[in-house]
């Protein structure tokens, strides 16, 4: 219980840490006053204010935020205000949040590849490590034993052996495997893992592993934040056009992830976090008002008109924003204790 609560104040504290910190440094640059950056919600722990800023941290280390002068058009405004600046001013701070959470990927993706190598599964069907107490070693099958068929079937590949497997829960196969030159047979039957929801008889496929140096790997953190964010937006629009279903995670979900992945190591932990902050980033672009996608919309409108949308109209827009937010999360989070079981 304590490495998942320190794991996921962390991560979390990191994940909104750089976020706000892209509202901030452009916030900065383009010449708008911040009056408090704070790391956490709640009562101020600590804090102390250096030039014009006041950067504190606060009880509750989940979460964090930016206090940039005039942001509420009623607020009293001067030439630093955020809302005096031009479009593109208050376009490029609210896009610089989500857009840190996609460099964090690329700096952890960077640290991975450089520290630990990259294990690649091999794609022919030969297999690797052996899961004790289970149904492969159970029947004899050893690492370096070439799948030929199974129940007669020719099997040509990794990924082919497994799709068999797993559409044969609880069925006893007959596996033909290639051993030093020798022709061998064993009867398996494979188990159903319900936690993995699907069967399985213990098997590893064979890892190549690879050490990129620096610059490569740099340039393969970049390849995998592309394609993983492409992956990450193909599956949202498809749950959102209910091809697949809405398999969300809320607060608790989350956290007992990232303790389990915690325990598996530092560099694992990187991974998670980086595909945590990715979603970050694309869920805060959503038109969503009250997200930045939604607030970054609004500027555009305001663009278009000539005229920023009256409070009232504006005040509408947000509750509806919230409302969608806080079912979303209460949707996440039943499905979370539903997932644990607490009910």
Same mark, same amino acid.
């Given at each position: 219980?304590?490495?998942?609560?320190?794991?996921?104040?962390?991560?979390?504290?990191?994940?909104?840490?750089?976020? =706000?910190?892209?509202?901030? &440094?452009?916030?900065?640059?383009?010449?708008?006053?911040?009056? =408090?950056?704070?790391?956490?919600?709640?009562?101020? &722990?600590?804090?102390?204010?250096?030039? !014009?800023?006041?950067?504190?941290?606060?009880?509750?280390?989940?979460?964090?935020?930016?206090? +940039?002068?005039?942001?509420?058009?009623?607020?009293? /405004?001067? =030439?630093?205000?955020?809302?005096?600046?031009?479009?593109?001013?208050?376009?490029?701070?609210?896009?610089?949040?989500?857009?840190?959470?996609?460099?964090?990927?690329?700096?952890?993706?960077?640290?991975?590849?450089?520290?630990?190598?990259?294990?690649?599964?091999?794609?022919?069907?030969?297999?690797?490590?052996?899961?004790?107490?289970?149904?492969? @070693?159970?029947?004899?099958?050893?690492?370096?034993?070439?799948?030929?068929?199974?129940?007669?079937?020719?099997?040509?590949?990794?990924? =082919?052996?497994?799709?068999?497997?797993?559409?044969?829960?609880?069925?006893?196969?007959?596996?033909?495997?290639?051993?030093?030159?020798?022709?061998?047979?064993?009867?398996?039957?494979?188990?159903?893992?319900?936690?993995?929801?699907? @069967?399985?008889?213990?098997?590893?496929?064979?890892?190549?592993?690879?050490?990129?140096?620096?610059?490569?790997? +740099?340039?393969?953190?970049?390849?995998?934040?592309?394609?993983?964010?492409?992956?990450?937006?193909?599956?949202?629009? /498809?749950?959102?056009?209910?091809?697949? @279903?809405?398999?969300?995670?809320?607060?608790?979900?989350?956290?007992?992830?990232?303790?389990?992945?915690?325990?598996?190591?530092?560099?694992?932990?990187?991974?998670?976090?980086?595909?945590?902050?990715?979603?970050?980033?694309?869920?805060?672009?959503?038109?969503?008002?009250?997200?930045?996608?939604?607030?970054?919309?609004?500027?555009?409108? !305001?663009?278009?008109?000539?005229?920023?949308?009256?409070?009232?109209?504006?005040?509408?827009?947000?509750?509806?924003?919230?409302?969608?937010?806080?079912?979303?999360?209460?949707?996440?989070?039943?499905?979370?204790?539903?997932?644990?079981?607490?009910?």
């Amino acid at each position: 219980m304590s490495i998942t609560i320190i794991a996921t104040i962390l991560v979390f504290g990191v994940l909104v840490f750089v976020h =706000e910190f892209g509202h901030f &440094v452009v916030a900065k640059l383009v010449g708008m006053r911040v009056d =408090e950056f704070a790391l956490g919600f709640g009562p101020k &722990v600590i804090g102390r204010k250096y030039g !014009e800023t006041l950067y504190s941290l606060r009880a509750i280390p989940l979460g964090g935020f930016n206090k +940039i002068a005039g942001m509420d058009p009623e607020e009293e /405004q001067d =030439e630093r205000s955020f809302c005096a600046k031009p479009i593109w001013a208050r376009m490029a701070v609210i896009v610089a949040g989500s857009i840190m959470n996609f460099v964090l990927p690329i700096l952890l993706f960077t640290v991975v590849f450089f520290a630990v190598g990259i294990d690649t599964p091999l794609p022919e069907p030969v297999l690797g490590k052996i899961l004790a107490d289970k149904p492969a @070693a159970q029947a004899g099958l050893l690492t370096g034993d070439r799948v030929l068929t199974i129940n007669g079937n020719s099997i040509g590949s990794w990924k =082919e052996f497994v799709t068999t497997i797993q559409q044969n829960p609880e069925k006893p196969l007959i596996i033909q495997v290639l051993r030093n030159d020798n022709l061998i047979e064993v009867k398996v039957t494979p188990e159903y893992d319900a936690k993995a929801n699907k @069967a399985i008889i213990g098997v590893m496929p064979q890892i190549s592993h690879y050490d990129p140096g620096i610059i490569e790997s +740099i340039s393969l953190s970049i390849n995998r934040t592309i394609a993983t964010s492409a992956a990450m937006i193909v599956s949202l629009g /498809q749950m959102i056009s209910g091809q697949i @279903a809405a398999d969300v995670a809320g607060p608790i979900g989350v956290a007992q992830m990232t303790g389990e992945v915690a325990q598996m190591g530092l560099m694992p932990l990187f991974q998670f976090a980086a595909f945590l902050s990715l979603n970050l980033g694309i869920i805060n672009l959503l038109p969503v008002p009250m997200l930045d996608g939604g607030h970054f919309v609004a500027l555009a409108v !305001e663009g278009i008109r000539g005229k920023p949308l009256s409070p009232e109209k504006m005040r509408v827009i947000q509750m509806i924003g919230f409302i969608l937010l806080v079912l979303l999360m209460l949707l996440a989070t039943f499905k979370d204790i539903v997932r644990l079981k607490i009910l």
